[in-house]
């Protein structure tokens, strides 16, 4: 069974989902709470297996509450909200920052055109975020003593020896990639490519809200275009991301690969075979395995190859299954994947 808490200051509404989630006889209803400090309470005592959260409640917001969760107890958040905040893609993204799943639209009456359908979105993502295995987060301020372990790293590669950064994320990866892409150096003398598995019509959003606290500019990549030193290029919806040895975008409209288009180990793949040691493999926060394959090809073509580590990871499928492989030479949280690829790259 899956066991759910729903949280939404309105009795109607949880009512109306309670409704909605037990029609699926693999769902039950482990509680309700009707703001967000009772939320952080309620999960700590009955240990849910998924959260529904609301945007809007008195006291502290959707945000916070599922911040404040991810911080103490850890568990797969969906945001389910009828608030028009929900089309706002800078405000999804803030969302995901703090630590939720996924985010749905609240289905609309059983006699709405719309419900079945939306209903039918609801109880997939419920089910299949049961079934992420989420860490805690700790959020802290780097001490004198990290500085020193990070200092300590020695980098594999010379410099200049990278010519293009691959990275690829899925669940969770968008905070990850804001905290790499923000502390990147701003004169970053190489291209850096990326593959985020993301809802369809989301990339765009992603990009723009990147834009506004990364240290280079964000591009969505476009088919046969030259890839420029300093910018970072996401793979569009629908397309496989390569990279040709000249350094121009090479995009694949199919098959996916594992179910996934655009795939992480595709990206890979291509920068193994065209720029081998020349090259620094970056596989961050997701469910499943994407990119580990991959990634362990980078490395065995002598690329510099980082895995995000468990302790900053919201899902530690993708990097875990890279550790298990031995694909990755480092094991690094995101500030530190920065630092390193600064030290790498910078002239």
Known sequence: MIRVLIVDDSKVVQEFLAYILSSDPEI??????ASGEEAIARVMELRPDVITMDINMPGIDGVETTRRIMESTATPIVIVSGSEKVDDRSYVFKLLEAGALAVVKRPPDIRHAQHKQM???????????????VVRVIR??????????ENSIKPVARHGDVHLIA???STGGPAALQKILSLLPKDLNVPVVIVQH?????????????????????????????LQNGIAYFAPDGFHLGVTRDLK????????ESGLIPAVDYLFRSVAENFGAHALGILLTGMGKDGAEGLRAMKEKGAVTIAQNQESSIVFGMPGEAVRLGAAVYILPPDEIASMTGRLVRP
């Open 249 to 256: 975008v090479s995009l694949f409209s199919g098959p996916p």
């Open 119 to 133: 209903r039918a979105e609801l109880l997939q993502t419920v089910r299949l975020m049961s079934e992420v295995k």
């Open 28 to 33: 039950r209803i482990a509680g309700f709470a």
């Open 140 to 149: 802290r301020k780097q001490t004198d003593k990290d500085q020193n372990v």
């Open 198 to 226: 993301i809802t369809r019509g989301f990339i765009n959003g992603l990009q723009e809200w990147l834009s506004g606290t990364s240290a280079i500019p964000v591009k969505i990549a476009e088919n046969e275009k030259q």
């Open 167 to 169: 990275i690829g994320a």
